[in-house]
């Protein structure tokens, strides 16, 4: 899972305490066997909006033009 949210493959190598990428490509590839993943993406711009996206279980993205993206798996 971490690999899907960060698309970081050293950094889940370092966080699974591997030596060898291939013991974390091992995980990483049974993982992406499974379904891509499919995002519910909402904008915010207004304090009140952007706690109301968290408390739902949204993550935040970026931000570009003053607006706030965020996402969450479907």
Known sequence: MEDAKTRDILHVMKMLG???IQNTLVYT???KGLKEDEYICRVASTPHEIQLLIEKGFEYVCEHNGLKFFRKRK
């Open 18 to 20: 591997h030596k060898n």
């Open 29 to 31: 590839h049974l993982v």
